[in-house]
């Protein structure tokens, strides 16, 4: 007894998902075409139309539907800052802050070299013409405060500092209304160690 | 700053797979993007090749490219036993103990009242009829010792019944090679109200 072929593709195809196994994948193919059939047409529909619209903005290499993002193409932004993050959602959560109205930068990944992706794979040299662009005063380097966004930001700071560009990196330490009782050692270690002098 | 709409849709059509949240299809999303747009064309691609041929046999409800499934297609299958299993993976798994020659029938789901699947939505009338189609001897209910396998298994033995066929559900108990100390008390509880006389 063999699944047909075609469950078996579908079958095999969503595995290409991150966090997606084999028994998962097959849950999902069952699910699919047996409870929301529907669902599963909106989702090929959408696969292909994001994959036919979608490309990286010229200037800061999110996705867009246009040449230029919206942020990109917006000329109230101020062009003397520009802040560089890992992926889409950063620049989001930054932007809900309301506290930045600078450009931005986004990577699309961080340096890992334990999956394979080295300096090649993440298009510094796209960053470093937008930054070369003669209107960028100061670069932020806002990747996460992880193993591989710290390696990404030290390689970046080189690399940008090189060109002769100011560059800072976002403040780590306790968040607003964090008591030290609570925190994590290792932040609290850090804060300890990057204090600000008053 | 509003992410461009093809990118939100295919986040929101991601969401309809199962235990995936607004997070996970975020990450899907950019990853399917980013690091694999082949991968998201062959998945968009197996998704509506999956919707236009697979259907389910006439016979055994299973899914399949063609009228009939591979199983009930084969005349060496034993017409006199029908074992209901939940689904097409339950009925591969009892295949490859290579023990059963009988046909199948897959419900394609189980009695859920928490999830609102009552009788209307399994379809119990397509097994009605293929259990009655005066080949069939014995029903042999192999839903999962689950709370809503065994619900289904009591329901359709009633349904079944009254109908005059004989029924029957595999055996609950102790596995193979399973020791009495390391079996949870469940298991070994109804292992010795379910004990066979010798």
Chains 1, 2 share one sequence.
Not at 7 to 14: G, N, P, V
Not at 85 to 97: A, F, H
Not at 164 to 172: D, E, K, N, Q, T
């Amino acid at each position: 007894m063999k699944i047909p072929s075609s469950l078996d593709q579908l079958i095999d195809a969503l595995r290409i998902l991150p966090g997606v196994g084999p028994k998962s994948a097959q849950r999902m193919a069952y699910h699919l075409l047996q409870r929301n059939q529907s669902g599963a047409a909106a989702l090929a529909h959408a696969l292909a139309d994001a994959l036919t619209k979608l490309r990286h903005c010229q200037r800061c290499n999110t996705f867009t539907e246009f040449d230029l993002c919206e942020l990109c193409a917006d000329p109230a932004r101020d062009k003397r800052q520009l802040c560089v993050v890992e992926m889409p959602t950063d620049l989001l959560r930054i932007e809900q802050t309301l506290a930045f109205k600078g450009c931005y930068f986004v990577l699309m990944g961080k340096l890992s070299p334990l999956d394979g992706v080295g300096p090649d794979d993440i298009h510094f040299d796209k960053l470093l013409a937008r930054a070369q662009d003669g209107e960028v005063e100061e670069v932020i380097l806002s990747t996460n405060f992880t193993v591989e966004g710290e390696a990404t930001a030290h390689y970046l700071a080189e690399l940008l500092r090189a060109q002769g560009l100011r560059v800072s990196r976002i403040a780590r330490g306790l968040p607003s209304g964090g008591e030290l009782e609570h925190v994590d050692s290792s932040t609290l270690a850090q804060a300890l160690l990057e204090r600000r002098s008053l």
